[in-house]
């Protein structure tokens, strides 16, 4: 089995005597409400799935993370897992040792133990990691919607965010191993995404389970933008297409907790690693992984890997080009194994797919699974149906 990143899985998640036990001591603390994102990030954290890290980053990992990719004790690590305040909340907390984290309903979730509160520059840490602090960029439009100061340290979390939800899917790094290791998977990919899964992801995760021995399907948990297809429509469309066409001892569907950063080729590495915590030994990068707009170039999420050691990331990425169904190849294909011309091949856009299911239209089937079109069909329809009601 793969080391997860580091060399040990972290956990910080208190079961039983002890974390009514913490619990009751955070009762006396001071608390901070955390936004959905970062109850994710502590979700993240409690599960080990952001092993090494045991909380919010400090400043000196904060510091080279922004600067040079990587933790303070030189580990790769390409995005900032930090606890943002506004001033006020900084400076109420200025002799405080520890402080409760509660979600935005008020519930508590875990404490903090507090290393360090410091000042950072939300704009600087934009442009490092989304390379622009423009407002159209969702990454960089949710920073400086935060506080400027940072609170760092340790956390225990002694109740574990959203546990009821999608329960059967909410799988840590340490459950998938152990169903790695029952099903006798050596080697095992991982695909990451935020969409239902089309024809042109099948293939590529078909043409990657060829040489391994199982795939892990791991879609967003979080927070993801306001367009993106909502988690419980998405959870249908992998439930049909896995039921339908794939090997049923092959495939294994869990949620990553994470929120979506869209920090492109910052996510790609991000994402692999969160990928080798929870047992992957390859890790499917396709073209503008993680991107959004024009911000960062075609391949700029797979030419990051260069910029590490394999070693030192120990995860293997699997590249690959956009793929399509060509009709003169009468299959799926992509530009490395196709040389029709564009009129024969069927591609459609994000956008285009939202503006068919929203009119109505159906999906053809050379894009889409009729059982997933399906899905979505009604999903988008109950959608219209319900703004009209309004
Ligand atoms: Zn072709």
Redesign the pocket.
Known sequence: MIEPHGGRLVNRLVTGQKAAELEAGALALPVIQLSPFEVSDLEMLAIGAFSPLEGFMGRADYTRVINDKRLANGLPWTLPVTLALNKEKAESLKNASHVALADDTGTLLAILEIQDIFHYDREAESVAVFRTANSDHPGARYVASRGDWIISGPVEVFRRPNAEEFSKYRLGPADTRRIFAERGWNAVVGFQTRNPVHRAHEYIQKAALEIVDGLLLHPIGGETKSDDINLEVRLRCYEVLLENYYPRDRALLALNPASMRYAGPREAIFHALIRKNFGCTHFIVGRDHAGVGNYYGPYDSQKIFSEFGKDELGITPLFFEHTFY?R??SGM?SQKT???DKQ??VMLSGTQVRNTLRDGGQLPPEFTRPEVAAVLHQAFSQQVQQEAAC
Do not use: K, Y
Request: charged content about 20%; some cysteine; glycine content about 12%.
């Open positions: 060509c003169e190849c294909a196709c040389g029709h024969s091949r």
